[in-house]
T-cell receptor, first 113, second 113 residues
Framework: KAGVTQTPRYLIKTRGQQVTLSCSPISGHRSVSWYQQTPGQGLQFLFEYFSETQRNKGNFPGRFSGRQFSNSRSEMNVSTLELGDSALYLC????????????FGQGTRLTVV | KNQVEQSPQSLIILEGKNCTLQCNYTVSPFSNLRWYKQDTGRGPVSLTIMTFSENTKSNGRYTATLDADTKQSSLHITASQLSDSASYICVVSPMTNNNDMRFGAGTRLTVKP
C-alpha cells in the first residue's frame, strides 16, 4: 500500500506569489491534516479535513487555506507568500477520527525568496 | 508557553548505549500521547501511541512510559543503533479532540560509532 504522497517535494517561490501543495493520503484514509515545520517553531498544526469538511483549524492567517476532495486527496494554498512562510509542509492521513495513527508524507520544502 | 516540553534539546550517545528522552506536558485533560521519529528530510513516523489509561508501550527497542499524574512521558531507546539518529517528537492530544495534536519541539538524537 502506498504511503502518503506529497507533491512537489521542493518548491522555490518569490514573495507575493501564491502556491498550491498537494497531498494524496493512504488508500482508505479519510482524514488529512496539514502541518508547518520550521527549525524555530517545530511542527505547527494548520488544518484537518475529514470527508471534505474542515474539522479543525490552527492559528494561521487567512492566507493559508485548504480543501479536501471526494477521493480524500487534499490541497493547501498559501497566497501572498512571505519570507517567513519558508518551511517544510507536512501532510498526514489517518483512517478515521478516533485516536488513530497518523502517517506522514515526506513533506514539501517551500523556500520563499 | 508550549504545552509540550521536551528534554534534552539534543543528545549524543555512542552506538550500543541506552538513552531516555523526556516529555512534560500541560495539556489537560488529555486523550493520548504519541512519540514520533523524524529522520532528516523525511516526515515523522509513529513509534508509539498511549491513551491516558496506559502506562507503557513498546515497539521493538523503543519503550514509552506515561505518568498521567505527573504529566510526564519518557521514551527509552535500548542498544542504540546508528539508524536511531533522528529527531524524536512527543505529541499530546486533548480530550476534546483526539486529532488536535500538540507537538513538542523534539529531541535531536545523534548516535555515533
Amino acid at each position: 500500500k502506498a504511503g502518503v504522497t506529497q507533491t512537489p517535494r521542493y518548491l522555490i517561490k518569490t514573495r507575493g506569489q501564491q502556491v498550491t501543495l498537494s497531498c494524496s493520503p493512504i488508500s482508505g484514509h479519510r482524514s488529512v491534516s496539514w502541518y508547518q515545520q520550521t527549525p524555530g517553531q517545530g511542527l505547527q498544526f494548520l488544518f484537518e479535513y475529514f470527508s471534505e469538511t474542515q474539522r479543525n483549524k490552527g492559528n494561521f492567517p487567512g492566507r493559508f487555506s485548504g480543501r479536501q476532495f471526494s477521493n480524500s486527496r487534499s490541497e493547501m494554498n498559501v497566497s501572498t507568500l512571505e519570507l517567513g512562510d519558508s518551511a517544510l509542509y507536512l501532510c498526514a492521513s489517518s483512517q478515521g477520527q478516533g485516536a488513530s495513527i497518523w502517517f506522514f508524507g515526506q513533506g514539501t520544502r517551500l523556500t520563499v525568496v | 508557553k508550549n504545552q509540550v516540553e521536551q528534554s534534552p534539546q539534543s543528545l549524543i550517545i555512542l552506538e550500543g548505549k541506552n538513552c531516555t528522552l523526556q516529555c512534560n506536558y500541560t495539556v489537560s485533560p488529555f486523550s493520548n500521547l504519541r512519540w514520533y521519529k523524524q529522520d532528516t528530510g523525511r516526515g515523522p513516523v509513529s513509534l508509539t501511541i498511549m491513551t491516558f489509561s496506559e502506562n507503557t508501550k513498546s515497539n521493538g527497542r523503543y519503550t514509552a512510559t506515561l505518568d498521567a499524574d505527573t504529566k510526564q512521558s519518557s521514551l527509552h531507546i535500548t542498544a542504540s543503533q546508528l539508524s536511531d539518529s533522528a529527531s524524536y517528537i512527543c505529541v499530546v492530544s486533548p480530550m476534546t479532540n483526539n486529532n488536535d495534536m500538540r507537538f513538542g519541539a523534539g529531541t535531536r538524537l545523534t548516535v555515533k560509532p
